[in-house]
């Protein structure tokens, strides 16, 4: 069976958050659980590295730290984790330069001069985040998988970006089903450097403040239509593309189906979690993404 790795789903069957809860500053975020999606119960023998128990142990120490804001968790890497990483860096890298939105590029060549991303280690959070902040404010916070959208998004409010920090099993450097620390460096970071695309992320997590489950569902499927699985002028805007090369195979080399942004088509679309999208949404340049916003919140406020 073929899987092909995703971040975010709207369609999580927890929700843990009361509906109506609303942080009113960065720190309260610090003051709910973070439950997150338990894929290793869920796959069970499936899951990559079940039957390695040193694995394991180590994903589920660093799924356990504490998540907290404005305190990096460090985590050690060992050689197979870093040799997973090399792997998928060079060739993430090579399929980056051929079908990458340029922003995406520029910014994570900058990422390699400052010498805060390398095929050599994988990266920490602390340097991550000393350029983040410089460069749009937004900062990485440790979770142990994939949140609930709410609290995800609420995240984004307050220019948090809930990130994990586990890397995959060695046995299958290409595939993940869940996310890890490949998709949320290769992926996120270039783009969440970007201050247009930044503030568009933001925009969606402020509207989340507080909203009914129905408006968290509508920004979730903006959020997954545009920030992971979007296009940008027929280059690949999306983190849950540019994190996978299979994805960005399929998408680079025009399989995929890509339609022009249209806000109706996407709130009434399914998330597809085990395959690829059966189509890409191209809002065409990031300048778009006010528009694009200035709609959805319409549409929200009807
Ligand atoms: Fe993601």
Redesign the pocket.
Known sequence: MQFIFR??SVSLAFKELPTHYKPSNIYDLNTFPKHYEDFISKLGSEYPGYNDPTYMNWVKKVRNAPSIIGKVNKVEYNSDHIQTWSTLYSKLRKLHYKFACEEHTENLKELEDYDIISANEVPNFAKINKYLKQKSGFQMVNVGGMVEPRIFLYGLAFKVFYSTQYIRHKSVPFYSPE?DIV??IM??VPMLANKEFARFSQEIGRKALGASDDVIDVLGKVYFFT??FGILSDKVLG??IL?SCKELEHVGTGKGKIEEWNLGKVVKQDLTLSDYQPQYVDVGSLSNLKDIFAEVNDYLNL
């Open positions: 971040k975010f996310p998709h949320e992926g996120h920030v992971e983190a849950g994190g």
